[in-house]
């Protein structure tokens, strides 16, 4: 097992996917939309990488919103600025959603033995072009609030959290999947206005990704690049001690330092432990080829793995689950009705 982590083809395994998953620098599987069709098929292809490499993390972006690869037999998730914005600024009632939608996430993907989700948001709801109702708030009193809500819930439910963009990916408006996004801010300004969700909930993060973005006035370097950003900044003044992961180095906002091997060399040596390789899975062997596993699995990383759950059937039958689905369902009639 090691510091790489990438994807598969589809909903079943090819003979390049168990290419892949013959990489002992393989460190965890992401999952998208395009491997999955339904949960019985989902619970096939979990099984199938678990009889190959039972060691492995799995994982998924399954925010809510528009960010929510599983659909079809899963509950319809609110995006995180739903929150706020349907509880009329009540943040303490938004607080108690927070919650019960962590531990909604958290527990029904648990059931399909998924270890964690990319999640939560801690960026502000600024001028990103990416980022909007992905992010619980716009003040960081009220995204420390939230999201700390909704990585209690998720934790209850036993999956770890994955905090993202630190130090901040929205107030930048250039989507970084797309474009190499420059803030030009100093460094003061991102700690008044971007970095307080990030150091106001380090002691509950289990892990953190960078953003794809270049703070110009801090290091020439992007975040998930930067020593300064990662070991200065994050690890030496915040005394963070959970795991870091690089964003999708596939992804244009890091294409700036050369091809997949240089970008996944540069992310390890600025500080991350996992480099993420998404979309191309050709090349996420050919790294995994020539980067070496870890010796021993380090702690923090062991400690991203999915706690016991309920089954699905179990946790469908719960009191907890049946009044958390229907808040959901009640935030998708909102949306709907809200909606030009």
Known sequence: MGPVMADLLGPVLTETDRALLDCSSLGGLIFFSRNF??????????????????????????????????????????????????????????????????????????AMDIDFSFAPVLDRNGCSDVIGLRAFAEQPEQIIA??????????????????????????????????????????????ADDLPPFIGLADKLDAIMPAHVTYPQVDSRPAGYSPVWIQQILRQQMQYRGVVFSDDLGMAGAAVVGDMLARTQAALDAGCDI???????????????????????????????????????TLRDSERWQKAQQLAVAFERFTMLAKP
Not at 164 to 178: L, N
Not at 292 to 312: M, Y
Request: hydrophobic share 45%; charged share 20%; with cysteine.
């Open 146 to 191: 939230l999201a700390g809500a909704y990585i209690d819930g998720m934790a209850e439910a036993g999956m770890a959290c994955v905090g993202k963009h630190f130090p901040g990916h929205g107030s930048v408006k250039a989507d970084s999947h797309v474009a190499a996004p420059i803030d030009p801010r100093p460094l003061a300004q991102i700690q």
């Open 275 to 313: 480099a993420l390789i998404c979309n191309q899975t050709e090349a996420a062997i050919e790294v995994a080829k020539q980067i070496a596993p870890w010796p021993t699995v380090p702690a923090p990383i062991q400690a991203l793995r999915g706690q016991p759950g309920s089954d699905r059937v």
């Open 37 to 110: 069709t339904d949960v019985d098929q989902l619970q096939a292809l979990v099984h199938a990488v678990r009889a190959l490499r039972p060691e492995l993390l799995l994982c998924v972006d399954h925010e809510g919103g528009r960010v929510q690869r599983f659909r079809d037999g899963f509950t319809p998730l609110p995006a995180a600025g739903a929150l706020l914005q349907r509880a009329e600024g009540d943040v303490a009632l938004a607080t108690r959603w927070a919650r019960e939608m962590g531990w909604l996430m958290a527990a029904e993907l648990r």
